[in-house]
């Protein structure tokens, strides 16, 4: 059985950064994600990486995000630098692609503002 803690989010001025972990158990998906769901918007796909390293952003946040993992942990991460209010979102991790109907953690709150 699949599970999915995220954590690091936090309140955050504008420029600022965080890091956010995954720790996954239970089965290890070849490519993970991280999305966002930002108050009355539908969850979106920011980054991916695959077990090969193979890296993804979505143009909102090219440049400033990095997202890595770490096999052997079971964990992945996501250092958002140069954040900005729209930013401001429940982050999740999981599985490329994962459906609403599919198991998700509980997210963490990352909230950009001065």
């Known amino acids: 059985q699949v599970q999915l803690v995220e954590s690091g989010g936090g309140l955050v001025q504008p420029g600022g950064s965080l890091r956010l972990s995954c720790a996954a158990s239970g089965y290890i998906f070849s490519i993970m994600g991280w999305y966002r769901q930002a108050p009355g918007k539908q969850r979106e796909l920011v980054a991916t990486?695959?077990?090969?390293?193979?890296?993804n952003y979505a143009d909102s946040v090219k440049g400033r995000f990095i997202i890595s993992r770490d096999s052997a942990k079971n964990t992945m991460y996501l250092q958002m630098n140069s954040l900005k209010p729209e930013d401001t979102a429940v982050y999740y991790c999981?599985?490329?692609?994962?459906?609403?109907?599919?198991?998700w953690g509980q997210g963490t709150q990352v909230t950009v503002s001065s």
């Open positions: 999981n599985k490329v692609v994962a459906a609403e109907s599919d198991y």
């Open positions: 990486i695959t077990t090969g390293g193979r890296i």
